[in-house]
């Protein structure tokens, strides 16, 4: 557990609270002392103006141009989000405002490398726009990973602000273009990772995963609990960039381990108390975080009762101008037994492009079937397979002819009766040892989970986007990792099956189109 920590507040604090849900107008704000030279522009309040404003705009010009730059570079993603120039971190702020989702990014302008919080929107979690930098250090040296909660009228960021403390900053327009520091920053001491929620007329502030502040105004915060975490103590490190929801009738913390990446806690929440009592926990990341592993989330309620889940992946081999991609967005349930459900959101679909298929059949014993007509590195595989009583059974992509390179995702059958004393769960591998002959890609160990598989056929839902691979495993399990072929041809699809025969009882395959 962390220790408490010590919040002191701002001696720029306002006179008088402000009504709550709205912004003090009083007090002058506090010197920049950092201020960014990156282009800024004050944008008109209709979404009309901001259109056609958005068509001129410096920052947007610049973008198009530096995409179609990247474009060229082999292994940067059709369908995956990635910055529209120089590197990306940590997702930031997911959230839904007048019908569309924003994600804001730790971006890293060219010409000043600091943290300044990237920007991009969506009608549908799938295919993204660029908008210029939301939020630019000043203030605070960098802009560091934080959360927002979206308000009738407004929509607030709550974020650490390096060398300065944690920091408020609102935003009321149709696009969220412009956003304002109110007067008072910082609001508390120290600066962590975080995340912000209203509860009624009070605003909550997570940081890190275990000290709780509490605010009325958003300029004067206090501690509600510096204990948020109760109960069961699960192995989640250093609890960075939080993300706190209800899913079901339960709530979900999402967060990050510098050791082990990607990970939620699912538990319960007494508001009286402001405690979280969580009951298990689950990683989107199987191994190390780096290299080209999962790293850190951000998320939203859907309004139906899930979550909507993105996460940034690792680069595993040193790239020009950019390095990080993001996951596709994921749709986090809560299933009648109260554990985790993962999808890719439904409107992925949207980008399916021409599609082949493969019919029923039975996989033979130690044989590896290739499956000649389906090839590609921009591809959705639906795969359902019968293990039945097969030693393991193994889907094969981004294979070459002659398997010189490949990437599997190799489901481990223990569900099989082989030692009526001790009967582990099912393990599921996704491989990339040799997914790369380049001397320059990063070895990353294979991701291994375990799954229940209650004696349903294996479901693998794979996605394939040049130099990433997202797994999906019968709704109940994600792996990642970013894979670098070195070889053209390397874009085959096979598979195996050990031992005893398995059953191949369907397969279908869509090329994917570019969200670009």
Known sequence: MMKPLLIILSLALYSAAAEPGKTPESSAPAPEKFPSPV??????????????????NELMRRFAASRKQLSADRYRPAYHFVSPESTLNDPNGLSFWQGRWHLFYQAYPPEDTRQHWGHTVSDDLVHWRDLPYAIYPGIERMC???????????????YPGIDAGMMVAVSRDPLL???EKIPGNPVAQPARDSCIWKQGDTYLGLMGSNTLLSSTDLAHWNTANANFLSGPSFPIDDGNCPTFVPIGDKYILLLFSHTRGGQYLLGDYDPRQFKFTPYDHGRFNHGLVSPAGVHAPSA????KGGVINILNINEGKPANGWDHIFS?????????????RIEPVAAVASLRGPHQSAAQTVLPANQEIVLDAIKGDTMELDVEIDPQTASWVQLNVLRSPKAEEYTTITFHNYDRNVNRWFRPNSIVCLDGSRSSTLPDVIARPPETASIERGGEPIRLRVFIDRSVVEVFVNGKLYLAMRVYPGRQDSLGVSLRAQGQDAVLKKLDAWQMQSIW
Not at 42 to 47: A, D, K, N
Not at 300 to 303: A, H, P, Q, V
Not at 329 to 340: C, H, I, N, S, W
Request: hydrophobic share 35%.
């Open 177 to 179: 273009l412009n956003w």
């Open 144 to 158: 560091f990973s934080g959360g927002t909660v979206v308000e009738d009228k407004q929509v607030v960021a709550f």
């Open 39 to 56: 282009p800024k522009q004050t944008f008109s309040q209709t979404l009309t103006e901001q259109q056609k404003e958005l068509k001129t």
């Open 328 to 340: 596709l967005a994921q749709q986090l349930t809560l299933a009648p037994d109260k554990r985790l």
């Open 300 to 303: 939203s309620t859907d309004g």
